[in-house]
């Protein structure tokens, strides 16, 4: 067993001090200590997207990275997604209309991403986001309901950019 470093990770607004041995991914110390199980592990290599968090805005796969690595940087999961009154982010509510989730265990994955996508490139065309959005995996619904439901929840996030 390594010897346990104190890690300082702030995770959807909220200090976590934690003593964790540096050998921890991220997504395993998201769920393990921190208690957010949204982030799912899938094939634990980087390739099927389930494990998608946010980093300093960026779109992370989280069992890529060792908890350590994200010390001082702002990590935003699934569960950060929603409004502090619960209220759904416009990607929850647009999955949901669209269908765009059957059982629901790549979605938090494919939410991440689609919001880190949204938030740096707003106007982004569709031949870019499809290029994008087929770096997570998906077995049941196929792609082209979660591909009307981030370009439903991007007219919306930009809608409410514009609003005063």
């Known amino acids: 067993m390594s010897q346990k ?4 990770l702030t995770v959807n ?8 041995e540096p ?16 982030t799912h592990l899938g094939c ?9 968090v946010m980093i300093d805005g960026q779109a992370v796969r989280s069992c890529l990275m060792f908890a350590v690595q994200a010390q001082g940087k702002a990590i935003v999961t699934v569960e950060g997604l929603a409004g502090p009154g619960g209220e ?11 269908h765009a989730l059957q059982c629901g265990f790549c979605t938090p ?3 991440m991403l689609a919001h880190a996508t949204l938030l740096e490139s707003p106007d982004i065309d569709d031949e870019a986001l499809i290029d994008i959005l087929a770096s997570n ?3 049941c619904t196929g ?3 979660i591909l009307a439901a981030v370009k439903t929840a991007a007219a919306v996030m930009k809608a409410r950019r514009r609003q005063p």
């Open 88 to 98: 759904l982010h416009p990607l929850q509510q647009a999955f949901i209309d669209h």
């Open 109 to 111: 994955g494919f939410l």
């Open 23 to 38: 050998r921890w991914t991220l997504a395993d110390v998201l769920r393990e200590h921190c208690g957010l199980t949204g």
């Open 143 to 145: 792609y082209k309901n």
């Open 44 to 52: 634990e290599h980087g390739v099927c997207g389930a494990c998608t």
């Open 5 to 8: 470093l104190e890690v300082k």
């Open 13 to 20: 607004g909220r200090d976590y001090v934690l003593s964790l």
């Open 137 to 139: 995996l998906c077995r």
